[in-house]
T-cell receptor, first 111, second 113 residues
Framework: DGGITQSPKYLFRKEGQNVTLSCEQN?????MYWYRQDPGQGLRLIYY???????QKGDIAEGYSVSREKKESFPLTVTSAQKNPTAFYLC??????????FGPGTRLTVT | AQSVSQHNHHVILSEAASLELGCNYS??????LFWYVQYPGQHLQLLLK??????LVKGIKGFEAEFIKSKFSFNLRKPSVQWSDTAEYFC???????????FGSGTKLNVKP
């Protein structure tokens, strides 16, 4: 959706470095999500936040961290503890009828 | 934990053929069900959703899905596919925690012109 921005589109990092992925929204919705998409595995939930200053672990939170200091922003940090960080990362915002609006994604490659 | 299964990983059809993509979920209580589509180079977008009521729901672009509670299924259908339907389709469920969403592994549909 045009109201969700993820930057950059492609990101390259060396192994052992932390990297932060940006997600910004102007839809004025409260709940935001981070997913990881791998071929043949669908989308897996990393973290989600229902409101500012609150967030919950998803099913694959190990090696990731988030913050939610502003309603508009929900950055995801991929730490060096994440064993297999190379993936496509999607941010989503939850609309009023439980529909999710997705950003364009960031493809992270760690070598 | 909730699980969502999409058994068709890759489907190839000719234009005008009928489509049915399977989706099964594991949770036995009240569920909200969704189908999302990801066209090449585009964002994931909602195709249709089911919350309650008529188990046959209609979505955008002529797609429909049927909720069969006894079979824990929410299959996606389209009577006649077009080349522009080439995309990856994901089934999703949000139950029992309605703030968490569980996605299937996706089905890649390739429609030959």
């Amino acid at each position: 959706d045009g109201g969700i921005t993820q930057s950059p589109k492609y990101l390259f990092r060396k192994e052992g470095q932390n990297v932060t992925l940006s997600c910004e929204q102007n839809l004025n919705h409260d709940a935001m999500y981070w997913y990881r998409q791998d071929p043949g595995q669908g989308l897996r939930l990393i973290y989600y936040s229902q409101i500012v200053n609150d967030f919950q672990k998803g099913d694959i939170a190990e090696g990731y961290s988030v913050s939610r200091e502003k309603k508009e922003s929900f950055p995801l940090t991929v730490t060096s503890a994440q064993k297999n960080p190379t993936a496509f990362y999607l941010c989503a915002v939850l609309g009023p009828n439980y529909e999710q609006y997705f950003g364009p994604g960031t493809r992270l490659t760690v070598t | 934990a909730q699980s969502v299964s999409q058994h068709n990983h890759h489907v190839i059809l000719s234009e005008a053929a009928s489509l049915e993509l399977g989706c099964n979920y594991s949770y036995g209580g009240t569920v909200n069900l969704f189908w999302y589509v990801q066209y090449p180079g585009q964002h994931l977008q909602l195709l249709l959703k089911y919350f309650s009521g008529d188990p046959l729901v209609k979505g955008i672009k002529g797609f429909e899905a049927e909720f069969i509670k006894s079979k824990f299924s929410f299959n996606l259908r389209k009577p006649s596919v077009q080349w522009s339907d080439t995309a990856e389709y994901f089934c999703a469920v949000n139950a029992p925690n309605f703030n968490k969403f569980y996605f299937g592994s996706g089905t890649k549909l390739n429609v030959k012109p």
